[in-house]
T-cell receptor, first 112, second 115 residues
Framework: QKEVEQDPGPLSVPEGAIVSLNCTYS??????FMWYRQYSRKGPELLMY????GNKEDGRFTAQVDKSSKYISLFIRDSQPSDSATYLC????????????FGRGTSLIVHP | DAGVIQSPRHEVTEMGQEVTLRCKPI?????LFWYRQTMMRGLELLIY????????DSGMPEDRFSAKMPNASFSTLKIQPSEPRDSAVYFC?????????????FGPGTRLLVL
């Protein structure tokens, strides 16, 4: 079992839909949780960053962390075609090197 | 403010040739990472530098791969000799803190094709 599991998709939704992207993990030492967005033929860019459990909202994006279930989510409200990209979750432990472990990414397609 | 700069953006070479990929991290960042991304394996960490010192190179696949960071503003990843299975997108990323706590800033990548 990989440390971080993420459904590769693709996930196809109509414009305006609420999108839910998820990752599960097995390492209970993970404390920092990130979501990266990667457009085609580009490098990943940091989208959301949270520490420990709870929710964080930034515009149309909400990140949720449920450490008891080892489950994190990214919600996108009012999805737009420009949100079409691959979304990678990443997480790291506190202390030590903080090197993140990445999920494989979920491909999202928002069609007009 | 310029982000992470990588060159070349595309490289096509023949098996057995030497390939050198270059990276300029964001000024002031003290951690630098080299990743390889393929459809099959996703994003793989190859090596990580902190304050120009290699900290963890356990992800470097073979002795054919080597990386250097002679100063805070430049790093290279070299493959010698290259093989077709090295074909991938190679990313450089930098972080403002040691290890970054996961927050990394990626360059645009170098698409490598080894024929």
């Amino acid at each position: 079992q990989k440390e971080v599991e993420q459904d590769p998709g693709p996930l196809s939704v109509p414009e305006g839909a609420i999108v839910s992207l998820n990752c599960t993990y097995s390492n209970s030492a993970f404390q920092y949780f990130m979501w990266y967005r990667q457009y085609s033929r580009k490098g990943p860019e940091l989208l959301m960053y949270t520490y420990s459990s709870g929710n964080k909202e930034d515009g149309r994006f909400t990140a949720q962390v449920d450490k008891s279930s080892k489950y994190i989510s990214l919600f996108i409200r009012d999805s737009q075609p420009s949100d079409s990209a691959t979304y990678l979750c990443a997480m790291s432990e506190t202390g030590g090197s903080y090197i993140p472990t990445f999920g494989r990414g979920t491909s999202l397609i928002v069609h007009p | 403010d310029a982000g992470v700069i990588q060159s070349p953006r595309h490289e096509v070479t023949e098996m057995g040739q030497e390939v050198t990929l270059r990276c300029k991290p964001i000024s002031g960042h003290n951690s630098l990472f080299w990743y390889r991304q393929t459809m099959m394996r996703g994003l793989e960490l190859l090596i990580y530098f902190n304050n120009n010192v290699p900290i963890d190179d356990s992800g470097m696949p073979e002795d054919r791969f080597s990386a250097k960071m002679p100063n805070a503003s430049f790093s290279t990843l070299k493959i010698q000799p290259s093989e077709p299975r090295d074909s991938a997108v190679y990313f450089c990323a930098s972080s403002p803190t040691s290890g970054g706590r996961g927050t990394q800033y990626f360059g645009p990548g170098t698409r490598l094709l080894v024929l």
